[in-house]
């Protein structure tokens, strides 16, 4: 969102921190880094379901959750 409305800005501190304290409670994790180091953000389920009770009263529609699956082999995570 501050992309579009700040494209200039190379760093927006405030999402940042925003983001990190909402990793720290376990509602969001980084889902892959892109060429230019930017992070892609989603939510966990934990923060799916947080948001879907404060967002579906309003009207509000949320997509599926995006679940992270682990790879043994790979010793990665990939989305399902």
């Known amino acids: 969102m ?3 409305t700040r494209p200039r800005n190379k760093h927006d501190r405030l999402t940042r921190d925003n ?4 990793e720290d409670h376990h509602l969001v994790r980084i889902e892959s880094v892109q060429q230019d180091q930017r ?3 989603v939510l966990t389920k934990r923060g799916h ?3 879907k009770q404060l967002l579906e009263p309003k009207g509000i529609r949320l997509s599926v959750l995006r679940e992270e699956k682990c790879d043994p082999d790979a010793g990665v995570s990939t989305v399902m």
């Open 2 to 4: 501050w992309k579009l």
């Open 19 to 22: 983001l990190l304290d909402l």
């Open 39 to 41: 992070q892609v953000w």
């Open 49 to 51: 379901g947080e948001a």
